[in-house]
């Protein structure tokens, strides 16, 4: 390659440009196929699988994160994927991933959800803590703004399955 912009314009998703110029920078990253550390998640805690204090469930896929949006890694890939993709209103430079929740901690979790010896947080529509595919980085809740037939559409062919009783929630691929 004759430059470094050559070099990054080569990978094949906005993914692999970031985590190539982390390898280059001396960051911690995916480099040469390997997995990445746990990263820091978007609320300022260290992101890792599994509920708190508990049993390792769920993928073993290492958790990373794409401005606000934090999932295990193929599942941001997929992600990014689709939002490469998406014509639709709104997403731009991804410049409002905000508004889409990914993953939780089993704290977050359990004041949605409550847990199961002690059910009833915020959200009557949430599950309690431990049982969660956000708490597993595998599960999105895309806003209302996105909620558009071609998204949905490109989430299904990517291997996202919709929660039937909450048209906005998608898991990643079987997990769960």
């Known amino acids: 390659m004759s430059s470094l912009m050559d070099y990054l314009l080569a990978q094949p998703s906005l993914l692999e440009r970031f985590v190539s110029l982390q390898g280059i920078l001396g960051q911690p990253g ?12 978007n609320r300022g805690s260290s992101v ?6 508990g ?3 769920g993928p073993t896929d290492p958790l990373t994160s794409f401005k606000t949006v934090t999932l295990a890694e193929p599942a941001l890939r997929s992600l990014m994927s689709i ?8 997403m731009g ?10 993953y939780r901690t ?16 915020s959200n ?22 996105l909620q558009t037939a071609a998204f949905f559409d ?3 062919k990517a291997g996202w399955n919709q929660l039937a009783s909450e048209d906005w929630h998608w898991t990643y691929k079987d997990y769960g």
């Open 124 to 145: 009557p529509n949430a599950t309690w803590a431990g049982n969660s595919m956000h708490e597993k980085g595998i599960a999105i809740d895309v806003p209302g703004w």
């Open 55 to 57: 049993d390792n469930w």
């Open 83 to 90: 939002a490469q993709q998406y014509r639709g209103p709104g």
């Open 154 to 156: 490109l989430l299904r």
């Open 30 to 41: 995916m480099q040469n196929g390997s997995s990445p550390p746990p990263v820091t998640g």
């Open 93 to 102: 430079e991804l410049n409002r991933w905000g508004d889409l929740a990914s």
């Open 48 to 53: 890792g699988l599994g509920p708190t204090g």
């Open 106 to 121: 089993y704290a977050e979790q359990a004041g949605l959800g409550g847990t199961q010896q002690n059910p009833g947080g």
